[in-house]
């Protein structure tokens, strides 16, 4: 698991030649009906699965855990981890070493941020609904992107509930064949936080190693 995958915290059909226009404006309406929605409230929590699938590797890792997200802020709680950030300082306390890692927080076009995958992934990127069994058995819609230009990520499929306007899942298939997939499965919005909720005091962990690589 890349650590800009683990920041994240922070947040989610094989397109038929003879799908018209129509269809595909369709696509676009529905996720910025998701993104507007979704940027209307003042912070949210998500509780997630975490998978992380490689079959050419052997590699198929699970893991749960806790998203909250404000802006461009986020806390990601994991198993034996917690990625902190207030927009522009990001914090990765490692629990078994005792250790915090402090970095810059990403920005430009091709920053990957639980905010940027939450609210901004039609920027660049070709929308179109596609078949996928699983998300219609549920009754989702599964909107396919695919980068109009160069990005890290091959595509990255959407699994919507429609009636609700809310992202259910999302799978991101990178260039290496690595298959990132984030289950929502539960959403809670409009909570009372701390001010210093999306920050990291290390005066809180006595005995912690601090490596700062700003």
């Not at 522009?88 to 490692?94: M, R, Y």
């Not at 091959?154 to 997939?181: A, P």
Request: net charge neutral.
């Amino acid at each position: 698991m890349t650590s800009k995958i683990k920041r994240l915290l922070t947040v989610m059909f094989v397109l038929m030649i003879s799908v018209t226009a129509s269809a595909q404006n369709s696509a676009d309406d529905l996720l910025r009906k998701v993104i507007d929605k979704t940027r209307s409230y003042e912070n949210i929590r998500f509780d997630f699965t975490y998978k992380m699938l490689n079959e050419k590797a052997g590699i198929n890792e699970t893991q749960s855990g806790i998203l909250h997200l404000n802006g461009e802020s986020y806390k990601i709680t994991m198993q034996g981890q917690i990625v902190v950030s207030d927009g522009k300082t990001v914090w990765t306390f490692i629990e078994d070493s005792n250790e915090v890692m402090i970095s810059t927080a990403e920005d430009g076009e091709d920053a990957m941020t639980p905010s940027s995958l939450l609210t901004s992934y039609y920027k660049d990127y070709k929308a179109s609904f596609v078949a996928e069994k699983q998300n219609a058995a549920k009754g989702l819609k599964t909107i396919e992107l695919k980068p109009s230009t160069g990005k890290k990520f091959s595509r990255i499929q959407l699994g919507i509930d429609e009636n609700k306007q809310q992202l259910i899942n999302l799978s991101i298939f990178d260039n290496s064949g690595n298959i990132f997939v984030y289950d929502l499965s539960k959403m809670t919005n409009n909570l009372v936080l701390a001010k210093d909720f999306f920050s990291f005091n290390v005066k809180n962990y006595p005995g912690i190693e601090v490596v700062d690589m700003r």
